[in-house]
């Protein structure tokens, strides 16, 4: 939480800060995905008048993700800017005379998430009868390793089985 105090009592007032993230995951639709490393929040945060403040910031993450192919833990940068005028009321994000930084930091992440995420260029995925990762090794189900033009079109089946490109 920034206090925000001498900037919420004076129009005009401008502060920089920089916040150390005490967020360590983030939620996004069925998991909860490990934050591995952030960068202090650099924030600049304006009183403009009306009760209305523009706050802006920047922070890069790096977030555990599963690889869309074989669902091994895959570290992902996101890189976040952002510029959002607040309302001094705004419930979601300040508390009393407080920024909830972590709460818009996690929101502002959302907003940036990977579409898909592979651990490697020409990941072979999981062997669609018995699981076994492919780039471990192959399994007894297949003779030989998959076909890289294979695995792209299991790619795009499986795409369509989630719904979302
Ligand atoms: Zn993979
Ligand atoms: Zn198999």
Request: contains cysteine; negative net charge; proline residues 4%.
């Amino acid at each position: 939480m920034l206090d925000l105090t001498e900037v919420i009592l004076n129009d005009g007032k401008v502060i920089h800060r920089e916040v150390t993230l005490e967020l360590t995951s983030l939620k996004y639709r069925f998991g909860d995905f490990q934050i591995q490393k952030a960068t202090p929040v650099e924030l600049t945060i304006e009183n403009i008048g009306e009760r209305k403040l523009s706050v802006n910031g920047k922070v890069h993450l790096t977030v555990c993700i599963p690889c869309a192919r074989c669902l091994e833990p895959t570290a992902s940068g996101l890189d976040i800017q952002f510029e959002n005028e607040l309302d001094v009321n705004d419930e979601d994000y300040i508390e009393g005379y407080s920024l909830n930084v972590d709460q818009l930091v996690h929101d502002e992440a959302l907003l940036v998430w990977p579409e898909r995420v592979l651990c490697r260029k020409d990941c072979k995925g999981l062997c669609s009868t018995c699981g076994q990762n492919l780039n471990h090794g192959s399994c007894s189900c297949r003779p030989t390793d998959l076909d890289p033009r294979m695995a792209k079109i299991l790619d795009i089946f499986s795409q369509a089985g989630n719904g979302k490109g």
